[in-house]
């Protein structure tokens, strides 16, 4: 499905306001670690009205927690069935649960954005769903922000291409650039692309592939194709400002940054973000690290706050929809082409 065929509607909400719809039984310590991310982002932001998608008793601890004054920003959307980390995610997606109500509120227009940090799949599958994906795109990408030294290092995708082809690497490249641009105000986002070595011809076929084919690429805002980079780029920062990868390595790389945080190659200070931004579909999507704790809930609800007010994804959008229509009417070619390798 993509954008064309379903788009999202309803009223616009007042300047300055973001209305977030959120999972309250997504991650491994819900909804308690849920309740605390919602309270702690409520103080931070008065202009922040949340919708909470849970348990009635769930909700009522953030509202009973909340002054008098502020309740009136927060309303509830009862569902009691959450998606497992073991679950298939299609089978249950179909059903009303917590991750697909979120999703079903952006597109009825009830909140402008929706943060999960239950399973990734479950998120990213009912946003594609329920949203609908931008014109062209194969699968979705997660986008994180990794802050370094040298300003933020964009991540992708971490966690749904495990199995990833040279077409959606290519595209995530296209939707990583654009979204350095929107999102980062980086002029001309330099995209590298993840292997064993920075030197031409490295890495397995796929990346071999992939790297021959974001060499003929146009990319976004500006952008341009560096050639490879390597793991330890990605918490340094320097050579790119988009870092493009599978989702399978991608997760892998992340996780092992959030291990070493607090060690010297990271911003001092910082640690990577424990949301990432889904691309690639039509509405504004944040999906937590499943062992986020509050400070990381109400982090990913500040991020969804942003990217709406700031309307990263409509522009994330319009500079890459052309490219991602003409790169997905030209998907036929292959690895073996790529390569120039005979039949």
């Known amino acids: 499905m993509t954008r064309s065929d379903r788009s999202p509607h309803g009223g616009q909400p007042p300047s300055g306001t973001a209305r977030i719809a959120v999972d309250l039984l997504g991650g491994d310590s819900a909804p308690a670690v849920v309740v605390d991310g919602a309270l702690r982002a409520c103080s931070a932001d008065p202009d922040l009205h949340l919708l909470l998608v849970g348990p009635r008793e769930s909700a009522d601890e953030v509202l009973g927690a909340l002054a008098v004054g502020d309740r009136e920003r927060v309303s509830v959307s009862v569902v009691d069935r959450t998606v497992g980390m073991g679950d298939a995610p299609m089978r249950h997606v179909r059903r009303e649960s917590t991750v697909r109500a979120a999703a079903e509120a952006v597109y009825a227009g009830r909140a402008d954005a929706m943060v999960s940090a239950g399973s990734s799949g479950a998120a990213v599958a009912?946003?594609?769903h329920v949203l609908g994906r931008l014109p062209g795109v194969r699968r979705p990408g997660l986008a994180a922000h990794v802050p370094t030294a040298h300003g933020p290092v964009l991540l992708l995708d971490v966690g749904v291409t495990i199995d990833g082809t040279m077409l959606e690497l290519v595209q995530h490249a296209v939707l990583g650039a654009a979204y350095a641009a929107a999102a980062l105000g980086v002029a001309d986002p330099r995209v590298g692309l993840l292997s064993i070595g920075s030197e031409p011809g490295k890495g397995d076929r796929l990346r071999r592939a992939v790297a021959v084919?974001?060499?003929?690429?146009?990319l976004p805002a500006g952008g341009r194709y560096i050639g490879l980079v390597e793991g330890h780029d990605v918490p340094l920062g320097g050579p790119a400002d988009v870092v493009v990868t599978d989702g399978f390595t991608g997760n892998i790389l992340l996780k092992g940054i959030e291990g070493a945080t607090g060690r010297p190659a990271?911003?001092?200070?910082?640690?990577?973000?424990?949301g990432a931004a889904l691309l690639g579909v039509a509405g504004t999507v944040v999906v937590c690290h499943g062992s986020a704790d509050g400070p990381d809930i109400a982090s990913g609800i500040a991020l969804a706050a942003r990217l709406h007010r700031e309307r990263v994804i409509p522009a994330v959008a319009g500079l890459a929809d052309d490219l991602l229509t003409e790169l997905s009417s030209a998907g036929g070619l292959t690895i073996r082409d790529a390569l120039g390798e005979r039949s």
Do not use: C, F, N
Not at 213 to 218: E, F, M, Y
Not at 266 to 274: C, D, K, N, T
């Open 126 to 128: 009912a946003s594609a």
């Open 266 to 274: 990271l911003a001092e200070g910082a640690r990577p973000a424990r």
């Open 213 to 218: 084919a974001l060499s003929d690429t146009a």
